[in-house]
């Protein structure tokens, strides 16, 4: 009896020890406050020596209710201790210094020094006013005056998207990124505010003059995304002598939405492209104040990746954007297919689907549709996040524009990753007994030549084949056809594909960035010192084309222009020039698509 009741014991204090972690787990993930933590100590504790003295001699009843009272005492704690809004910080140390006070032209400003002080950092600039009440859906009108000095030292609010509980996030961080660090300092949640439109800049610390300036439009699919993460912060190139903004802009619904009420509503006839208008507002703030951060603004570079590189690949024939920039930068997306295959639509299309949505929320006009709480209708992002052809930010699909030789952009520097669908295709992989369907369903009349180019008779091979469509047909023949435009058009463009693997993302959909931002953790162990040396390569070749719209440099590998738009540098391992891959599919989507090109 005695040995049954010791291993009943042992028994118990492995299940209690297991949840307990558990429930930190929980918590840590959650990002809940230190409260929590506290409280599940003590409570789990207390509950311990309870259980041990007077419980564990009680019927099963008894101990149900024991183990049921603690995880509802967990779930208490979990509610009330839920991590707070908070706004995140220019720079994570305590009392940073700040900088000298600004003037532009809405009023005064200071913001704050990196830790060393190499890196001057003013972050939340309004630069639109806020797209709220009657501004909702409207052109972004120019940002008001302020009073006093603003203190620009933390980013302003995401813009309103679809957001996901703490826990999803961090797991996320884990299973996708591999990159994740139990810390009580991120016990918090970033806001989200239909007001957003905000940008940030990174230059070197003290009088500069005349420096070359980067301007990064981020990713998201226009549904998510904020200008601020890590990855892509604009300090890795402030470092080697360039001022580098980025900007929040209306995303889903607020952003893309289209309605003909809009169209007779606005003194331009414009609907849809709201977000791609607050980009250009922003691009029109730089050219207007860049100069007292000691910027040039007529050295201006545009880049983006993903959704922000499909944006930039828009502004590139934007008759709105002419002059605004001088070179553009894009990762992984263009819209200059015949038939974009992401990020765009038709006016048409657009109008049929904001009339839908109307529908759904019993709304008789756009007034009414103004009304709704913002948290109400956030959740249409995923139908309403394409651009368009306006008639005002866009008079011709890029297609079209690049075929009349109008376009904005006087160099070109752009490539893909060699694995950017493994991302998009987590739960959507195909197997043998339904590549053939995919592939027929997607292609039709294209689908045969398809599968004689890639066949398989493997469920590995139907994965991997199509995993490379569907990567190929999405970002890959998209910069295919950006390149052929260029050299059309006589625009010298020079063209990357990155392959490097490593602890974190490797060539994954968007993994590029952290190197070509300068940004690889200096304490990370998921890079070695050959994806150090790689960023420090990539990073000196967009500094020599944001400086000159030459990538080379001393010392550098020659990156030749892609003449024949089959010549790409490939950044990985290896670091050199090679023939791109795909050419006899691109081939069979020219046909797909309609392609002409002469």
Known sequence: MKNEKRSLSIGFQIAFALVFILMLAVLELNKNTLVGFITIIIVSGSAFMVYLKRISRMRWPFKAM???????????????????VRAIKAVDHKNPVKTDIVTVKNGQLRGVLSEDGIIEIYAGI?????????????APEPAEDWKGVLEADEFAPMSMQPTHLPIYNSLAQIIGFHDYKISLKDNFTPPVSEDSLYLNIWKPAGMQEDLPVIVYVHGGS??????????YSGEGLAREGVIVVNMGYRLGVFGFYADEELINESPVGTTGNYGLLDQIEALRWVQENIAAFGGDPSNVTLAGESAGSASVSALCVSPLAKGL??????????????????????????????????????????????????????????????????????????????????????????????????????????????????????????????LKLYPAVTDEEAKDNWREIWGAVFFDYPHYCLNRMAVRNHIPVYQYYFTKENGRLGPWHSGEEVYLYGNIPGDSNLYDETDRNLSKIMKSYFLNF???????????????????????MEFGTNISMIEEREHELFAILDKWQGWMSK
Request: hydrophobic fraction near 35%.
């Open 546 to 568: 944001a400086k000159t719209g030459d990538p080379n440099g001393e010392g550098l590998p020659t990156w030749e222009q892609n003449l024949s738009s089959s010549d790409v």
């Open 126 to 138: 309004p630069y639109a006013k806020s797209p709220v009440g009657e501004l909702r859906w409207k």
């Open 66 to 84: 024991f183990w049921g009272s603690w995880l509802v005492l967990f779930a208490m704690t979990l509610f009330f201790t839920w991590p707070p």
């Open 222 to 231: 226009l549904q998510t995304g904020q200008p601020w993460y890590a990855d």
């Open 325 to 450: 920039f001088k070179r553009a930068v894009l990762e992984s997306s263009t819209v200059v297919p015949v038939n974009p295959t992401h990020s765009f639509r038709s006016l048409k299309d657009a109008l049929k689907s904001g009339a839908a949505l109307k529908k759904k929320y019993g709304c008789s006009n756009v007034s009414e549709m103004r009304e709704i709480k913002a948290e109400d209708i956030v959740s249409a992002a995923d139908s309403e996040h394409h651009i368009t052809v306006d008639g005002y930010a866009l008079i011709k699909t890029p297609y079209e524009s690049y075929l009349a030789g109008e376009m904005n952009e006087a160099e070109i520097l752009h490539g893909y990753n060699r694995r950017e669908s493994d991302a998009f295709l987590i739960f959507g992989h195909a197997k043998l007994k339904n590549y053939e369907g995919m592939v027929k369903g997607y292609f039709g009349k294209y689908a045969e030549e398809v």
